[in-house]
């Protein structure tokens, strides 16, 4: 993450909370479901105005899953939320069997996904859950990068017929994408800057690591093309391929384990239609620790200076 001071910062949990309600009068058959987080999770903005539209299923989050399940199979719209380690890890049965599996039109807004959850810990860090919902037939995964993109997320998910997995974060983050040309569309990413050196290809948190990376390698006549993927699942496999083609060299950035997110989604990618040498930076099959979102991401490597190093060691 960057350290200017002056970029507007928002954590993309707090987007879902707030495109949740401000969606909520355009999709009549949305209804929340949450774990006993509402406030954390920020479910709180929507149960305050839609009261009659917000179920609290208590801590069971597996059996949350289930009363989506049956409020999609009437007709209604159910975005199920809860911190991503309970979402994915300790419902995932439920997720593959109840949801995934009858494809159901369910959404799950996942928060506190990652390091960033800082001072919570290993136990709450969950660097697992998009390697663990890629592995679900039918199912969307999404990890957006700001808030302008978490609200474009929730409006594309609830746009969309089926499941739907989207990772949100606790910490604040810049802003990147507030600009007149946006355009979002589940499965499609986009190229945040022109190069010809390296690419980088980044997701979540790290999209703005990616671009501090950028300018700094610049700076030492290495030209970065930035791809930006929301959508890892079903992932935009043209825009990696072209920009692999262009490039010869491609560096994946996650706040993720490096086995089964997105540094393994683009390897695929590549390794069927156009190989090329890949250097994948997240978490390296380690557990997270306790400390400040800040001091853990500058720890893995995962800040603007960590990629520039990286990508400086790869070159």
């Known amino acids: 993450m960057m350290a200017d001071t002056n970029v507007k910062k928002i954590a993309t949990r707090e987007s879902y909370g707030n495109a949740l309600k401000e969606l909520a009068e355009e999709f009549p058959n949305l209804v929340v479901l949450d774990a006993d987080l509402a406030a954390a999770t920020k479910t709180s903005v929507f149960r305050k105005a839609y009261p009659d539209r917000h179920i609290d299923c208590g801590i069971a989050e597996s059996n949350m899953m289930g009363v989506a399940a049956g409020l999609s199979l009437v007709g209604k719209i159910p975005f199920v939320s809860s911190f991503a380690m309970f979402a994915a890890g300790r419902a995932f049965e439920q997720v593959r069997n109840s949801v995934g599996y009858p494809h159901l ?8 996904a990652g390091i960033t959850v800082g001072e919570d810990g290993a136990t709450h860090q969950c660097n697992e859950d998009i390697a663990l919902m890629r592995t679900i037939p039918g199912m969307v995964v999404m990890c957006p990068a700001d808030d302008v993109e978490a609200k474009a997320a929730v409006r594309a998910a609830l746009e969309h017929e089926g499941p739907v997995y989207i990772r949100f974060g606790r910490a604040a983050v810049p802003v990147i994408n507030d ?8 499965g499609k990413g986009s190229i945040l800057r022109e190069g010809s050196d390296v690419t980088i290809v980044a997701t979540g948190i790290c999209v703005d690591s990616a671009l501090g990376a ?4 610049e700076a030492e006549g290495i030209s970065a093309e930035v791809v930006s993927i929301c959508t890892i699942k079903p992932l935009d496999e ?19 384990s490096v086995i089964g997110g997105l540094g393994s989604a683009v390897c695929d990618a590549l390794s069927a239609s156009h190989p090329t040498r890949v250097k994948k930076l997240g978490m390296q ?3 997270g620790e306790s400390g400040s979102a800040a001091a853990l991401v500058q ?5 603007a200076e960590g990629v520039y190093r990286s990508v400086k060691e790869f070159m």
């Open 179 to 186: 600009r007149p040309d946006y355009a979002f569309a589940i």
């Open 299 to 303: 720890k893995y490597g995962l800040d």
């Open 214 to 217: 950028a300018g700094l390698l």
């Open 105 to 112: 039109n369910v959404k799950i807004g996942a928060t506190h």
């Open 285 to 287: 099959d380690v557990f």
């Open 238 to 256: 043209d825009i990696v391929i072209n920009s692999a083609k262009k490039t010869g060299r491609v560096v994946t950035v996650e706040e993720h």
